[in-house]
């Protein structure tokens, strides 16, 4: 998993709110198997007329065309077949949002530590680095390609080379960012006098870190309670009526500050 506190079942806990909420019983059904298992799965409740509607957080293989009439289908893909996050757990734009404001803070020199490729959330952190560093006319001092472990934090700070330290770091999540912590401080750096750090997730500990880190907290009962939301709107034939609430906010603590002078 990517993350200290990544968890599928928050999701299924908000949708599960929400049709409780609305007056609809649930039923949380794992079939294994990639998305021709779930595709079968699917049109097996449909043509029996087992349930009323049908919410599936991960894609399936269903043609539209053969997707029943009488039966409310809603497919929130947020998971691929290896349950990496896809969808709106991909959404890369509070990185965009942290350089920005960390460029308004003086900050010009900015490094990213990025999970691993296979992970679409991953490659989105990094594409949106690279492009709002190249947008804002900042200096990138690379993007080091890690994986989500604390190890992959330290070894990125290490490979750093003396004379091109950046002012800011954008770890892919919590623990990337809590071993390059320790690799700064090993290199003499203070966090957030020297360099500014970023992390992803808002694990429980990210608050009790010296210093406290700015992270992202994404809320996973919101995005299941949002798709659960649309289903019950299709069951009623109503628009649906999501919450206009992000489901992402960045936590800004002492990790962050503005640049050094010099």
């Known amino acids: ?25 649930v039923e949380i059904i794992s079939p294994e198997g990639g998305a021709g298992a779930r595709a079968t799965r699917i049109l097996e409740l449909a043509d029996g007329h087992m349930v009323d509607g049908i919410l599936s957080f991960s ?12 039966t409310a289908i809603v497919i929130a893909a947020e998971f691929d077949d290896e349950m990496r996050g896809i969808g709106q757990l991909a959404d890369a734009a509070p990185i965009v949002e942290i350089i920005e404001r960390l460029a308004m803070l003086g900050h010009r020199r900015f490094f990213h530590i990025a999970g691993p490729a296979q992970f679409a959330s991953a490659r989105a952190r990094a594409t949106a680095f690279r492009e709002t560093v190249g947008r804002l006319g900042l200096e990138s001092m690379g993007v080091y390609g890690g994986d989500w472990s604390g190890e992959s ?25 809590m071993g390059a912590l320790r690799a700064a401080t090993q ?76």
Do not use: C
């Open 1 to 25: 998993m990517p993350s200290l506190t990544f968890n599928p079942s928050m999701m299924l806990s908000g949708a599960t709110r929400t049709a409780h909420d609305a007056g609809y019983k």
């Open 59 to 70: 894609s399936v293989d269903i043609p539209d065309a053969d997707l029943p009439a009488d």
């Open 153 to 177: 934090g330290i070894a990125a700070v290490q490979s750093i080379r003396s004379g091109h330290e950046p002012t800011a770091i954008v770890a892919a999540n919590d623990l990337v960012a």
């Open 187 to 262: 290199r003499g750096w203070d966090v957030p006098g020297d360099v500014s750090l970023t992390g992803w997730d808002d694990a429980p500990g990210s608050a009790f870190l010296t210093p406290s880190l700015t992270s992202v907290d994404l809320n996973l009962e919101r995005i299941g309670g949002n798709a659960m939301a649309r289903l019950i709107a299709k069951l009623r034939d109503e628009a649906p009526q999501p919450s206009e609430e992000s489901v992402s906010r960045i936590v800004w603590r002492e990790s962050t500050g503005p640049a050094p002078h010099g």
